[in-house]
Every structure is written in C-alpha cells, then in structure tokens.
C-alpha cells in the first residue's frame, strides 16, 4: 500500500479543516473502542471458551481488509457521505445506493438496541436491581430525549469518553496481571476450547461476535471533509486505531480467560465487571460498572445520534417518508426522525437477546462493506486530480471474499431478522416514491 503527497486544488474546502492526525485518532478509536467489548466478552466465551483472544486477532485482520478499501475510497473522493455515495459513483443505480445507506441506518437502530440490553445488565444493577427489558426501554427513551434536545458531540469530548473507556480495559488487564503476581488465574485456559467443539469453526464462530467490537470505524468516512492533508492523515488514523484497538481486545481476551472459565464468563451479562470481581485487587463494582455504562451509553448515544441523522437525511432526499424529515421548530433537531428510530430500537430490544442483535450488525454491515470493497475496484477506472491512497488490488478481493465467508457463518435467525429490517426499508421506500409521484401529478 503507499500513499503519496495530497497536490493543492484551486476550491477551498466548505468545511474548515481542523480534524488533526491525533484528533482522527482518537475519533476513530473511539468509535470503534468500548462498547462492543464490555457487552460481548461473555457471548465470545461461549463460542470459543478461553480462546478470546484469537477470534479478536481473526476479526481484526478481516476488519482492516476492508478498512483499506475505505482509506482509497475516502481519499480518493474526499466528500462526506461513506458507503452510499461510494455505491452511487460506482454502481449508478438509486435503488443499491438506498439499500447500502438503509442497512448502514437499520444497523445503527439494531446496534443501539443490543447497547441498551447490555446497559441494563449486571452493570446497572450494581447500582440498582431493576428487570433488564423495561430497563433497557427507559435508557432508549432517555437517549431519544437527549438527542432530541440536541447533542453536540464535540471530538474534545470524544477524547474524554474515550480515555474513560481506554481506563475500564486498562483496570481489566493490569488486575489481572496483580491476580498472577499473587499466584492466582489459570494461564491454560487461553488455550483451551469448548468440548467437543473445532477450533476452526469454533474461532471462525467467534469472528463474527467479535467483529461488532470493531465496526465504528466506517463513520469516519463523514468527517473527511474536515481532516488536515486527509490523504496522509487518513489512512494512518484509520489503520492506527483499528490495530490499537485489537491490541487492547487481544489483552482484554487474555485476561478474562485467566481470570475466569469460561462458563462463569458466559452466564455474566457484565463479564467486564466480573473479571474485576475475581481478581480480588479491589476495584469498587461500582467504580467499574460506571465507567462500563458510560462507554455503553455513549456508544448507545452516537449510534442513535447517526442512526437519527441519516433517517433524516433519507427523507429530505426522497428515500424515505418525507415525514420522517420534520424537525423541531426551536431546537432544529429531527424529532420525527428520532422517534421513529427510538421506537424501532425499543421494538427490537423486547424481541431479540444481545448476541442475535450483534450479529444482525454484523450482518448489514457485511452487505455494506461488500458494496465498499467491490466499489474500490469498479472505480479504479475513474481517475482523480490529486493524488491519493491506493490500496493493493488483492485486499478489496479477500476483502469481498471474508465477508462472503462471515456471511456463510450466520444463522437463519439473523438472515430473518435482517431481512425484515430491509423488507421494511424497501416498503418505506416504495411509499416515499409513490408519493413523490402524487405530489408531481
């Protein structure tokens, strides 16, 4: 892969260009950084026992294949918009450009969904023993008022949360790294599989829980316009954070495995917290389950945030409803927008369990990146002014090929969920087209 010197272009950006390498950073890690691990560490450990880390590492390498079909892809068109507007330039059909942006939204409402179940777990009730589902129904209502009354995420702030979160798998590792000083875990149990079970399938299983620990790193494709020298700065921010993140769950992986067996991690819906616990190093619960929901809630909150935005956005060009783009008269946020997304999200949490949910992310997010990789390669013909991050030909290809086999690995309840997400999509879509039509009669 090689990346040349940007050349200057006669246009000014429209967007001041404050976004430096550090802050692209720690924008990405953060995105990508959190949430996901302090759910799905238990969920992992019943696919693979304490083999954590290697589904991590797999996930990794798979998430970065598709990462660099993203760096030429942002470069090269250095506009805000990701996935779709990449599908519209190399496919030039509305209704592959619709689908790619409407599986990125349903993922976003899924995601956020699954987010609340894990806030209302073993975390929360630290402070409060409340039943998890109408837990979780509160918190998306609570997020949907924020985000209605209108939040400014601010990417000094993303720096804070993220060292929140970046301290909670800190405390995990360094713990349990005080438990063996003192003689304590069991060091075998990182090799150690489910009986009965193949490795190979087993890790391959695990990839796919694991890879929604580092989707996130797709939306930075919005901000480009931002980014200082993006064509330098991108690509290094990106890959960056994606290997600094799997570090970090590689470590994390280890230390659950030696902390705790696996089947104590599987029955724990805050496995986080319950490595903490076992270690005996006397770290508060309370102290722990905190930083755990605040790396959920706002991981809950930008995903709706986006989620929301994009609804809008749809509707105000067509795609959807054109209801769905009313706005509030003082605070101009998408209120109809919101709802709608709060109200899917809150649907989805009573009918489905974390893990399902997870992986019907991943599954939305697969058709997605596929779109992404091959797009790389149907534009390669399409030459640009200035220069830019070119990717090596093969990884845009294995990139396609491991979400095929990702794809292959799900299971028909996740295809089903999946598909009634994008069967309704299609519906809304018909909807808003007929009444574009009526509306031009």
Known sequence: MTAEAPQQTDQPPPLKRRITGPLLFMFILGDVLGAGIYALMGKLSGEVGGVLWAPLVLALLLALLTAGSYAELVTKYPKAGGAAVFAERAFKQPLVSFLVGFSMLAAGVTSAAGLALAFSGDYLTTFAPVPAEPAALVFLVLIGCLNARGISESLKSNVVMTCIEVTGLVIVVVTVAVMLGRGGGDVSRIGQFPDGA????????????????????????????????????????????????????????????????????????????????????????????????????????????????????????????????????????????????????????????????????????????????????????????????????????????????????????????????????????????????????
């Open 198 to 441: 193949n490795p190979a399938l087993a890790i391959l299983g695990g990839a796919i829980i694991a890879y929604y620990s580092f989707v996130g790193f797709e939306t930075s494709a919005n901000v480009v316009e931002e980014i200082r020298d993006p064509s330098r700065v991108y690509p290094r921010a990106l890959f960056g954070a994606l290997v600094a993140a799997g570090v970090v769950y590689a470590l994390v992986g280890v230390a659950s495995a030696i902390a705790l067996p696996d089947s104590e991690l599987a029955e724990s819906s805050g496995p986080l917290l319950a490595v903490v616990s076992a270690t005996g190093v006397g770290v508060p619960d309370w102290l722990f389950s905190a930083i755990a929901l605040v790396a959920v809630a706002n991981g809950a909150l930008l995903t709706m945030i986006m989620a929301s935005r994009l609804t809008y956005g749809m509707a105000q060009e067509g795609l959807l409803p054109g209801a769905l783009a009313k706005v509030l008269p003082n605070r101009r946020t998408p209120w109809a927008a919101i709802v709608a997304t709060t109200v899917v999200a809150m649907m989805l949490t009573l009918v489905g369990e974390l893990q399902t949910l997870a992986e019907t992310v991943v599954l939305l997010l697969l058709f997605v990146f596929i779109s992404t990789n091959v797009s790389v390669l149907v534009l390669r013909r399409d030459t640009v002014e200035h220069d830019h991050f070119r990717v090596w030909t093969v990884v845009p290809v294995l990139g396609v090929a491991s979400c095929v086999l990702l794809l292959t690995q799900q299971s028909g309840q996740v295809w089903m969920y999946a598909g009634i997400l994008l069967a309704v999509g299609a519906v809304l879509h018909l909807v808003a087209k007929w009444s574009t039509r009526r509306a031009t009669e």
